[in-house]
């Protein structure tokens, strides 16, 4: 069996990916301040910081968006249930006694149907539920939405919050366990992935 180099994120979903991940780390940080949890830099300093990454963040999803429209990667991100069943007892049992993944990872199809779901969930309610709730705190009382008073707000907020660092921690996980545990991470970093090819 030979290896070859496959690429598998674009320059765009890296720079996206790790962006991503910088704002929402500095979101984190610095909302857990504006939260009264912890006391580093000071309210107003973390409510500044805290709303610039915000519209940051706002920004690039919007960028993402056309991106995945124009490139068509949003189809990696539609749900597939065949083998959703095998992957959930490959991480549960099969990793463990050197079971081989379920699913074979491709350019065309490189998340398998767990990461699908998660991503889409991610994707597709949790940060637009975040940006949304976001700019209503960030825009009242100037702007606001009937039935939503700030409470509502700040709590959907906060829970919304726990919910990424739930993510982050479990994905940072997850991203160990490719064919190689760093495997994945640097194909993040490269764009490429070492995956075996057959030769006749
Ligand atoms: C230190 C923190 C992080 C590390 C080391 C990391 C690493 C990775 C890696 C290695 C992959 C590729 C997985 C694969 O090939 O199967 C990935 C994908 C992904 N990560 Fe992260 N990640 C981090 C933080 C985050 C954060 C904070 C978010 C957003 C909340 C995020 C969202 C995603 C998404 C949406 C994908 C799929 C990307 C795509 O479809 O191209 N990651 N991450």
Redesign the pocket.
Known sequence: MKTQKVL??SLY?RFW?WS??LL??VLTFTGLEVHGTMSVMGMEKAVNIHNVAGWALVVLEIFTLFWMMTSGQWK?YIPRFEKLVDQVKYYAVGIFQGAPHPTVKTPEA??NPL?RLT?LG??AALVPLQLITGALYWGYPQYQLEGFPLETLAVVHTLGAFG?VS??VV??YM?TT?HTVFS??I??ITGYEETEKEVH
Do not use: D, P, R, S
């Open positions: 598998f994120f979903e990916h991503q991940a929402i780390f990696q490189k998340h990461q991503y991610l994707l990424f993510f982050v994905h940072v991203t490719g994945n991470l194909a993040m």
